[in-house]
């Protein structure tokens, strides 16, 4: 709820056991929840009676015995309003929509499954939240990574998978081409819900000197953000910014153990602005702010 951290867990099914385990892996890496919030299922469930049964036995008496002998309270929010758990429900849209379209009808085992949602939740994990303005370390800004481990979440560095058919490659290599094309498809779609701009309705202000900015279309691995400061602004002839001097980190180090600077310009077209810690957090998607 504070950190908008998201943890991706893979079930086996939907019953009362299931859930239990899936609550008593997540409790060991992240630490017991003093408080848990958790729908009714009336938004899982459609015409299928079966899974009305499944969800009702998922939330019975000895599932809620079990969280509260750890020392968590259970509370569930109003039945038929899943917008209620906003917060949660825009981080799972954005899992299943694009998730969908990565696997399509392709079957995954299970550890081919709960490895991909790892390094998905990796991806939600390194979005930006807030811009940093006087980070002794350089950073730029904060990511729901740092509250989880002290620092972003990055991958490792991997070759691009060759452009064969899907039955001509290894499972590892499935895997890591389903997870590219998530990050492609997520992250376009997060950074434009960002940039979004209603024409001729409002003014909206010019960026200026010092604003951090996320860069479109870098040419970057998966879970890795460009952010950049913006260092000079180059106005029109009718006053309005439409080009930008931004500077950023290179991933090479000086002697002393520092970034060095790289500097270019950019059309702001491809910047996303983030706002600082005491504006409003940019909510578009819902991962990086909403009412609840």
Request: proline residues 6%.
């Amino acid at each position: 709820m504070a950190s908008k951290a998201v943890h991706i867990e893979l079930a086996e099914n939907l019953t009362t056991r299931a859930f239990i385990d899936v609550y008593d892996r997540f409790t060991s890496r992240r630490g017991i929840c003093a408080i848990l919030y958790s729908d009714n299922g009336t938004q899982f469930v459609g015409a299928n009676k079966q899974l009305q049964l499944d969800l009702a036995e998922w939330s019975n008496t000895q599932a809620k015995q079990h969280v509260a002998a750890v020392g968590t309270k259970w509370r569930f929010i109003a039945p038929a309003a899943p917008h209620h758990g906003g917060l949660w429900e825009a981080a799972v849209r954005s899992a299943k929509i694009h998730l969908y379209r990565t696997i399509g009808r392709q079957t995954l085992r299970f550890i081919e499954l709960s490895t991909l949602l790892t390094r998905i939740e990796a991806c939600f994990n390194s979005r930006p939240l807030v811009a940093l303005h006087d980070d002794p370390e350089g950073g730029l800004a904060l990511t729901p990574g740092e509250f989880l481990i002290g620092r972003p979440l990055v991958s490792r560095p991997e070759p691009a998978v060759p452009d064969v058919p899907e039955n001509s490659l290894k499972y590892w290599q499935r895997l890591q081409r389903m997870y590219e094309h998530f990050w492609k498809r997520w992250q376009q779609n997060y950074l434009t819900s960002l940039q979004a701009r209603g024409k001729w309705v409002r003014p909206h202000p010019n960026l200026q000197r010092g604003d951090v900015v996320l860069i479109l279309n870098e040419n970057l691995p998966p879970a890795h953000c460009r952010m950049a400061r913006v260092i000079d602004v180059h106005p029109g002839d009718d006053g309005l910014v439409r080009v930008v001097t931004v500077e950023y980190n290179s991933d090479k180090r000086t002697d002393e153990g520092l970034y060095v600077k790289h500097r270019c310009q950019r059309p702001v077209q491809k910047l996303c602005r983030l706002t600082g810690p005491n504006e409003e957090i940019l909510n578009r998607d819902g991962l990086a702010g909403q009412d609840v």
